[in-house]
């Protein structure tokens, strides 16, 4: 069965521009949870998704936000990127609320220059 | 609120000799905890899990962690080192905010060297 996807692998972005990332859960998960990992601060959580809702949000300014659609497809947005915006982006899925094993995906690297 | 301190940014040991990786973890609540590694340019696999019940619980790949409630502590180990072990290895604890492994709090991380 496939695992979590998320598209693009890679993203140069200038200063000031807007990205989109996306995230496609395992078939039947439909929870959906977004990660920043930078060297510096290490793996901090941005935001869950569960039946297009979001649940929890991380301390993050409101240039990040996130949707999840019906299919539990889930996107994440920055807006006006900063360079401290270098990072690996991960995206996990869960099956269910009370699901105890995330799966990740691979990550989109994104570079702000 | 939960935290997790991995003792130890970087490991070395020689093949075949024993791992042991040390993270503990702060919690108000009993956690869940997690241990997790990460490749070069990958996501993050899930090694073992604790939820509730035996404290000592095996993974993948020959790892086994344990929790022990007094120390507050979640060690990884695995007997013999092997070069494929080599990676970067993330100790995590679930949020109470929510019922699963949906909002993780993790460690720093370690990044383990396997020397031939």
């Known amino acids: 069965k496939a695992g979590v996807t998320q598209t693009p692998r890679y993203l140069i972005k200038t200063r000031g521009q807007q990205v989109t990332l996306s995230c496609s859960p395992i078939?039947?998960?439909?929870?959906v949870s977004w990660y920043q990992q930078t060297p510096g601060q290490g793996l901090q959580f941005l935001f869950e998704y569960f039946s297009e809702t979001q649940r929890n949000k991380g301390n993050f300014p409101g240039r990040f936000s996130g949707r999840q659609f019906s299919n539990s497809r889930s996107e994440m947005n920055v807006s006006t990127l900063e360079l401290g915006d270098s990072a690996l982006y991960l995206c996990a899925s869960t099956r269910g609320l009370s699901s105890t094993e995330a799966f990740f995906g691979q990550g989109t690297r994104l570079t702000v220059v | 609120a939960q935290s997790v301190t991995q003792l130890g940014s970087h490991v070395s040991v020689s093949e075949g000799a024993l791992v042991l990786l040390r993270c503990n973890y702060s919690?108000?609540?009993?956690?869940?905890l997690f241990w997790y590694v990460q490749y070069p340019n990958q996501g993050l696999q899930l090694l073992l899990k604790y939820t509730t019940g035996a404290t000592l619980v095996k993974g993948i790949n020959g790892f086994e962690a344990e929790f022990k409630k007094s120390e507050t502590s979640f060690h990884l180990t695995k007997p013999s080192a092997h070069m494929s072990d080599a990676a970067e290895y993330f100790c995590a604890v679930s949020d109470p905010a929510t019922q699963g492994a949906q909002k993780l709090v993790f460690g720093q991380g370690t990044r383990l060297t396997i020397n031939p």
């Open positions: 078939s039947g998960h439909r929870s």
């Open positions: 919690s108000s609540v009993p956690p869940y």
